[in-house]
């Protein structure tokens, strides 16, 4: 099985969610990471964390620029085991469920939805109107799953690491990542 994970960050509050998976998969045996930073989302990690832009993107083992249609990843005959996106922003959710492609973010998702490959967007915004709704279910349709960014209570968390850690846990869930990031129902 192949085991290069795409993650990608977009404009969107959340940006702990993108880089939790990143230093997850980094001490992650034989996984491979790509990254994408929407302009946006170097933004947010200067409002929202005490990380540089330069030391999440240490964190991956491939970095590219959202321009940059060159990159492997934004190739079908490129094989990934899949792509996150984490935070997913309502802009790039509509770029993705629209098939737009106008960004390397949106190319590469779109890469994963015609090769069959599991995307998972996690979705951030709230509350939603109906253009949202509307956009998940496109993208949903199209083989994309949607995952909100709803953290849950029943493994008690004690910190925002701790809610930052479930939903990190449940994205690799989707990709079938072996983790112990948060405490399973009933465990």
């Given at each position: 099985m192949n085991n290069?994970?795409?993650?990608?960050?977009?404009?969107?509050?959340?940006?702990?969610?993108?880089?939790?998976?990143?230093?997850?998969?980094?001490?992650?045996?034989?996984?491979?990471?790509?990254?994408?930073?929407?302009?946006?989302?170097?933004?947010?990690?200067g409002i929202e964390t005490d990380h540089l832009v330069k030391d999440v993107e240490e964190l991956a083992d491939h970095v590219y620029k959202d321009d940059d249609f060159t990159a492997p990843?934004?190739?079908?005959?490129h094989r990934s085991r899949g792509m996150i996106v984490a935070p997913c922003s309502m802009k790039s959710l509509a770029s993705i469920a629209m098939g737009m492609s106008d960004t390397?973010?949106?190319?590469a998702a779109d890469v994963c939805l015609k090769e069959k490959r599991p995307l998972v967007l996690m979705v951030r915004e709230t509350p939603l109107n109906l253009i949202h709704i509307e956009n998940m279910e496109r993208a949903a349709r199209a083989g994309a799953s949607i995952l909100?960014?709803?953290?849950?209570?029943?493994?008690?968390?004690?910190?925002?690491d701790d809610m930052?850690?479930?939903?990190?846990?449940?994205?690799?869930?989707l990709l079938g990542i072996e983790h112990n990031l948060y405490k399973r129902w009933r465990e």
């Open positions: 290069e994970i795409i993650i990608a960050i977009s404009g969107a509050s959340g940006v702990q969610y993108g880089i939790r998976l990143l230093e997850t998969l980094k001490r992650t045996k034989g996984i491979k990471t790509h990254l994408v930073l929407s302009d946006s989302a170097k933004q947010l990690i990843i934004a190739s079908g005959s390397l973010l949106s190319r909100p960014a709803s953290p849950a209570f029943y493994p008690k968390p004690e910190s925002i930052i850690d479930f939903m990190a846990g449940r994205a690799l869930d």
